[in-house]
């Protein structure tokens, strides 16, 4: 069966620090991962996309890595902002279709 | 990029009711949109897939009678609550598929339904 696992499931760090969200996959045949940002009350907004062959992947503050071989992602925000606070979803597809395998999410909450 | 538009935001309804809720692709077409629910704390789930021009695909366990599906056109996709019942409460979203190999799906801001 097709999983993703996040951790942690909730998180709470101070204004300007970093932090890390882990992804765990069971996908397969993998085809990309994504991660998203979901604000309370809001749709996904789609953060970083990576595909097999690709280790790390950098949006802004957003780095995102992936290792195939272990099936693990995460997710490293730095110098965090208020504005970060929200649901950060792992999302992995296999290669059939459109086929989307969300996680949880990591609910994120930077304080002042 | 590609938006999707989603409307209402939010919904209050009366248990018995209908609701729609649409979707619409702004500066694309879309022959497929995806049609999620969200429990709190929950991942999304998908629910249904629309095709312009056919039929919906819906999930297992998904009533199609109840969640009925429309995708009118190139760039509009209707999802209708029949018969709401309190348990139908959840965040409802859509979603475009992916314009380019590198881009991310196109969420809609999503549609808050309470029934009462």
């Known amino acids: 069966k097709n999983q993703v696992e996040q951790s942690p499931q909730s998180l709470i760090i101070l204004e300007g620090k970093n932090c890390t969200l882990q992804?765990?996959?069971?996908?397969?045949?993998?085809?990309?991962l994504r991660w998203y940002k979901q604000d309370t009350g809001r749709g996904p907004v789609s953060l970083t996309i990576?595909?097999?062959?690709?280790n790390t992947k950098s949006n802004g503050r957003y780095t995102a890595t992936l290792d195939a071989d272990t099936k693990q992602s995460s997710l490293h925000i730095t110098a965090s902002q208020l504005s970060d606070s929200a649901s950060y979803i792992c999302?992995?597809?296999?290669?059939?279709?459109?086929?989307?395998?969300f996680g949880k999410g990591t609910s994120l909450l930077v304080t002042p | 990029g590609a938006v999707v538009s989603q409307h209402p935001s939010r919904v209050i309804c009366k248990s018995g009711t209908s609701v729609k809720i649409e979707c619409r692709s702004l500066?694309?077409?879309?022959?497929?949109m995806f049609w999620y629910r969200q429990f709190p704390k929950q991942s999304l789930m998908l629910m249904a897939t629309?095709?312009?021009?056919?039929?919906?695909?819906?999930e297992q366990g998904v009533e199609k009678d109840k969640f009925l599906i429309n995708h009118a056109s190139l760039t509009l996709s209707t999802l209708t609550v029949t018969s709401a019942h309190p348990e139908d409460s959840s965040f409802y979203i859509c979603?475009?598929?992916?314009?380019?190999?590198?881009?991310?799906?196109?969420f809609g801001s999503g549609t808050r339904l309470t029934v009462v």
């Open positions: 999302v992995v597809s296999a290669n059939s279709g459109y086929a989307l395998n």
């Open positions: 979603s475009a598929p992916p314009q380019r190999e590198s881009s991310g799906y196109t």
């Open positions: 990576m595909t097999f062959s690709e």
């Open positions: 500066d694309f077409q879309a022959t497929t």
């Open positions: 992804c765990n996959y069971t996908v397969s045949p993998f085809s990309n």
């Open positions: 629309s095709n312009e021009g056919s039929k919906a695909t819906y």
